[in-house]
């Protein structure tokens, strides 16, 4: 029996000539499609020699099949997802959302020639920083400010400019770990500079500070713990204390800031997030924070403070390296624009997620339920809390609404795995049986998609 259908398995070219995989596989390009037939085929063999198939599938069946699995190999690695976790700054789906200004910006200037290293007023060669460095130093009251490609570059090239053979003083209980296992202490290592701790894990002075100067001391460097908190018995030294001690004896006070707001979050709720411009008020030389997380524009470490020491990284052999590309600058541009017009809240994703009204989120719930039950899905809107994500605000939620789908005659987790794999996926959450899809970060345009993804999963 294993014998005959095998010999009745249709060959590669005869199933690539057939009319019904020509009607349904007209957009396909043909190299897709012929690994696409290999693998059917090769995975009817394989049920065959098992004796798990006990009769072939028609021409038509087989058709779909290759059409489905080469239009997913089609399909790029690197897509667009629906956001319905709650998360805003999602790391694992990309963190900040661009402006649709950032995005248009950034996709002009990889389309076309540019003015990336070209002045135009002179018509000779340009800075590449000179794009974002004004509007910098306007929004946030530093001298001077300078790009690279990650905070965790910027911290790296900081250390290294200003510590390199030396010592930076910094308070044990701000020697954070970020995203990837990166650690403050080993990127110090990485650069030269060797780690004094200070204070215990909860509690540390000024004067624990000024009793570790010494003649190996490059500078005193402060880290906003945004990815955790430490609550209870606890002190912590100010920036206005660290940045008086610091300059008394000549030595520059760093602060890396991690998320790095340029806007009040208290407005919306939010407490302990400190903004970019309170430290420059502080008195701090340097500062350094990501462009992706609260600040709501590209993947960036933005360094800002005195125009000397910013100088000094311009002039720095990593700096290359580490260099911002186009696309990057054009959108970082365009999201500072929007919070020097005043237009930030309204334009900007990420701050227009964290600043939305409850009721609001409800409206926005109860519009997909809606939506939900008209396609003959079971959903009700439940109240949920949501988070800021990104390493950013760690002990505070965010009061929401989601739509819970409780599916019938199929899993939840079987429910999970066919929305993920809809086009665009849709990621949601599971929680106490039911599926989750928080509102604050779903988009409204992505609704009626929603709606006919849940509608086929359930058929």
Do not use: W
């Not at 090769?42 to 072939?56: F, K, P, Q």
């Not at 920083?129 to 910098?136: G, P, Q, R």
């Not at 905070?151 to 770990?177: C, H, M, P, Q």
């Not at 009040?264 to 350094?288: C, H, K, M, N, Y």
């Amino acid at each position: 029996m294993n014998n005959q259908l095998l010999r009745e398995i249709p060959k590669v070219d005869d199933l690539l000539r057939s009319p019904t995989l020509a009607s349904v596989c007209a957009d396909i390009p043909h190299g897709a499609l012929v690994e696409a037939v290999r693998g059917v085929l090769a995975e009817l063999r394989s049920g065959v020699l098992a004796g798990t198939l006990a009769a072939l599938p028609g021409e038509a069946e087989l058709s779909q099949a290759a059409a489905a699995r080469a239009r997913r190999a089609s399909m790029p690695s690197l897509r667009g997802v629906v956001n319905g976790t709650g998360v805003i700054l999602h790391t694992n789906l990309g963190r900040a959302c661009l402006s649709k200004a950032a995005a248009n910006a950034a996709a002009a200037a990889a389309q076309n020639y540019s003015t990336l290293e070209y002045d135009r007023e002179t018509g000779k060669r340009g800075e590449r920083y000179a794009h974002v460095e004004k509007l910098l130093t306007a929004l946030t009251g530093a001298e001077s400010a300078f790009v690279v490609n990650n905070n965790a570059a910027a911290v790296l090239l900081i250390l290294s400019a200003l510590a390199a053979g030396g010592e930076v003083i910094t308070s044990r209980g701000e020697l954070v770990e970020i995203g990837g296992s990166f650690r403050v202490p080993e990127i110090m290592e990485s650069c030269g500079a060797r780690l004094r701790e200070v204070g215990t894990t909860n509690k540390t002075y000024i004067r624990d500070y000024e009793r570790a100067i010494g003649l190996e001391t490059r500078a005193l460097m402060k880290v906003h713990t945004s990815n955790y908190r430490i609550v209870g018995f606890t002190e912590t030294v100010s920036r206005e204390e660290l940045t008086a001690l610091g300059h008394a004896h000549g030595l520059p006070v760093i602060e890396d800031l991690g998320s790095g707001s340029l806007t009040d979050l208290s407005l919306f709720g939010i407490r302990g997030e400190p903004t970019v411009q309170e430290s420059i008020r502080a008195g701090v030389d340097v500062v350094s924070f990501s462009g992706d997380k609260l600040l709501g524009g590209p993947q960036a470490g933005i360094i800002i403070g005195k125009k000397q020491y910013i100088d000094l990284f311009k002039r720095h052999p990593l700096t290359r390296a580490m260099r911002v590309d186009k696309m990057t600058l054009a959108a970082l541009e365009a999201t500072l624009r929007a919070y020097a017009d005043g237009t930030a809240l309204q334009e900007i994703p990420t701050l227009a997620m964290l600043s939305a009204e409850p009721a609001a989120l409800r409206a926005r719930a109860d519009a997909l339920c809606a939506m939900l039950k008209e396609a003959g899905v079971p959903a009700a809107v439940v109240p949920v809390e949501d988070q800021v994500g990104g390493g950013s605000v760690p002990m505070q939620m965010l009061p929401s609404y989601a739509v819970a789908v409780s599916p019938e005659g199929m899993s939840v987790d079987a429910l999970e795995t066919a929305l993920r794999f809809s086009e665009p996926p849709i990621i949601g959450r599971i929680d106490h049986g039911q599926y989750l899809l928080h509102v604050r970060t779903l988009r409204e345009d992505a609704f009626p998609h929603v709606a006919d993804a849940m509608k086929e999963a359930l058929r």
